[in-house]
């Protein structure tokens, strides 16, 4: 019983196997090429189950998706012979699934290659034809525009890929030329702190002159005014003595002399040499005070 069911075994999973080779699955994410022999008998596989006959045939598949190139920065001339260090990226996709196996025989880092060689010479082409100020800010979306247009142009056509987008990320000069711009900045922005610098030097002595002048002005203005009102406090009171004299001359004649007293005999070493009968001694008389 054993010996009849083996074969039957052997038969089952000999056509399993073979209906597993025979049959293969290309997803919606996949483009895929038939071989028969090595040649391509069915140029763009749908996605989707099919059948193929073992040996004979053969299945390439390759990723439909956008993929992403991110070339190496690389140094570009520009039209007035500036180097340029330029860092860039591609975005591409498989457009003509046997045209993509002929050039590259489906390998994707073959297509890389191939596909960073003419962005390089396209770039080299597009950086030539404009000037530094240009391809940083004038036209640095229009070089982009119409670099993808060709590329695309060129890609479908000998590798069968499509060029969606190419993108500069950076753009650098070299670092001997950027040592230079940078001490030229330095230099630039040292001369306008020093103009700067300068000018707020001439502001501040102008402000300082004008204080100076308003402070003299308002200085003699005050004397001015303390002087008027020093001679008016003098007239008030000479006319205060001059009433108090009117008023009663003997007793500001009194007056005057205790006063010229008070300040001659101020000091303990004061000597006055007078006659006594000298008008300075007249209300010290005991006879002339009666």
Same mark, same amino acid.
């Given at each position: 019983m054993q010996s009849k069911s083996l074969p039957l075994i052997i038969i089952v999973a000999l056509l399993i196997l073979v209906g597993q080779s025979s049959l293969y699955i290309v997803k919606e994410t996949e483009r895929?090429?038939?071989? @028969? *022999?090595?040649?391509?008998?069915?140029?763009?596989?749908?996605?989707?189950?099919? *059948?193929?006959?073992?040996?004979?045939?053969?299945?390439?598949?390759?990723?439909?998706?956008?993929?992403?190139?991110?070339?190496?920065?690389?140094?570009?001339?520009?039209?007035? @012979?500036?180097?340029?260090?330029?860092?860039?990226?591609? @975005?591409?996709r498989v457009a003509d699934v046997q045209k993509y196996y002929t050039a590259t025989s489906g390998d994707e880092f073959k297509a890389a290659q191939l596909l960073s060689?003419?962005?390089?010479?396209?770039?080299?082409?597009?950086?030539?034809?404009?000037?530094?100020t240009e391809v940083v800010s004038g036209e640095r979306e229009e070089l982009m525009a119409v670099l993808t247009k060709k590329l695309s142009e060129i890609a479908?056509?000998?590798?069968?890929?499509?060029?969606?987008?190419?993108?500069?990320k950076r753009i650098d000069l070299p670092q001997e030329v950027s040592e230079s711009v940078y001490n030229r900045m330095r230099t630039e922005r040292e001369r306008e702190a020093r103009e700067l610098r300068s000018r707020g030097n001439e502001l501040a002595e102008g402000i300082r002159a004008d204080a100076d002048r308003q402070k003299t002005v308002i200085v003699a203005e005050a004397y001015?005014?303390?002087?008027?009102?020093?001679?008016?406090?003098?007239?008030?009171?000479? @006319?205060?003595?001059?009433?108090?004299?009117?008023?009663?001359?003997e007793f500001y004649s009194f007056y005057r002399?205790?006063?010229?007293y008070r300040e001659s005999f101020g000091g303990t070493g004061d000597v006055l040499v007078l006659k006594p009968d000298s008008? *300075? *001694?007249k209300y010290l008389d005991k006879n002339a005070a009666q």
């Open positions: 895929a090429v038939l071989l @028969k *022999f090595g040649e391509v008998a069915d140029a763009d596989v749908a996605p989707g189950l099919h *059948f193929k006959i073992p040996v004979v045939n053969k299945v390439r598949k390759f990723d439909s998706r956008i993929l992403t190139l991110d070339a190496r920065p690389q140094a570009y001339l520009t039209l007035e @012979k500036k180097r340029l260090i330029v860092d860039s990226f591609v @975005k591409w060689d003419r962005v390089d010479t396209g770039l080299r082409n597009q950086f030539g034809e404009r000037t530094v479908i056509k000998e590798l069968g890929v499509e060029v969606v987008d190419v993108r500069v001015r005014e303390s002087e008027e009102i020093r001679g008016e406090g003098d007239a008030v009171a000479a @006319k205060n003595y001059a009433d108090a004299y009117t008023g009663d001359p002399s205790l006063q010229a008008d *300075f *001694f």
